[in-house]
Nanobody
Framework: QVQLVVESGGGLVQPGGSLRLSCVASGNIFRIYAMRWYRESPGKQREEVADISTHGATRYPDSVKGRFTISRDNAKNTMYLQMNSLKPEDTAVYYC???????????????WGQGTQVTVSS
């Protein structure tokens, strides 16, 4: 069994503020490949906001580039999302995702963590 758990970070913050999300993978893990953060807000499709490869290469959409930073600690099977200069349009439920392989003989498959609400409002 593999679980992804968003351990900390969601909440209410004023515009211009910062939050840090963390997501931990636990269980029968052989290897973790890509890790990502997504967000979903009412009336909008789920949007990928950050991607990080096994070796640390990152990718962001223009909407968050320069404000959000994704990182990972492979020894701890943990991923982070540092969000700075937050805007009201960043308000959404944020989800973590990881592509995880549970054994040498199996293929990797996607796992999702539970969502965490981020609200940016004065």
């Amino acid at each position: 069994q593999v679980q992804l758990v968003v351990e900390s970070g969601g909440g209410l913050v004023q515009p211009g503020g910062s939050l840090r999300l963390s997501c931990v993978a636990s269980g029968n893990i052989f290897r973790i490949y890509a890790m990502r953060w997504y967000r979903e807000s009412p009336g909008k499709q789920r949007e990928e906001v950050a991607d990080i490869s096994t070796h640390g290469a990152t990718r962001y959409p223009d909407s968050v580039k320069g404000r959000f930073t994704i990182s990972r600690d492979n020894a701890k099977n943990t991923m982070y999302l540092q969000m700075n200069s937050l805007k009201p349009e960043d308000t959404a439920v944020y989800y973590c995702y990881a592509d995880i392989r549970t054994s040498l003989l199996s293929s990797s498959r996607p796992y999702w963590g539970q969502g965490t609400q981020v609200t940016v409002s004065s």
